[in-house]
């Protein structure tokens, strides 16, 4: 069973910087699709950085040249590097992954069925 797990939240302040970090686990493929979404309490979730099979990324355009997403050095690792953060960053950020369909990847959160339980990223003025 696919088992996503992430680190390196917490808070910073306006201007600062985080990375996190998810690992993938219980699958012997590496082409998965996988992506970070965000989340606030009682809103739906938003992609932030998608990356599909072929390592082609898409970002949020509220994220464009602030976040790097790519992948780590082992095989089904996603890291998020996030620079200049402001306060509408805040949220409760997620990693998702699922294999692609069809030979694509997409980017809503329903099109993937994996998830981890998330880690807080609160960004202080």
């Known amino acids: 069973q696919v088992q996503l797990m992430e680190s390196g939240g917490g808070s910073a302040q306006a201007g600062g910087s985080l990375i996190l970090s998810c690992a993938a686990s219980g699958m012997a493929r590496s082409n998965l699709c996988m992506a970070w979404f965000r989340q606030l309490p009682g809103k739906g979730r938003e992609g932030v950085a998608h990356i599909d099979n072929d390592g082609n990324i898409k970002y949020a355009d509220s994220v464009k040249g602030r976040f790097t997403a790519s992948k780590g050095d082992a095989m089904n690792t996603l890291l998020l590097h996030m620079n200049s953060l402001i306060s509408t960053d805040t949220a409760k950020y997620s990693c998702?992954?699922?294999?692609?369909?069809?030979?694509?990847?997409?980017?809503?959160?329903?099109?993937?069925?994996?998830w981890g339980q998330g880690t807080q990223v609160t960004v202080t003025s």
């Open positions: 998702a992954a699922d294999w692609p369909y069809d030979g694509h990847c997409y980017t809503g959160p329903t099109d993937y069925n994996f």
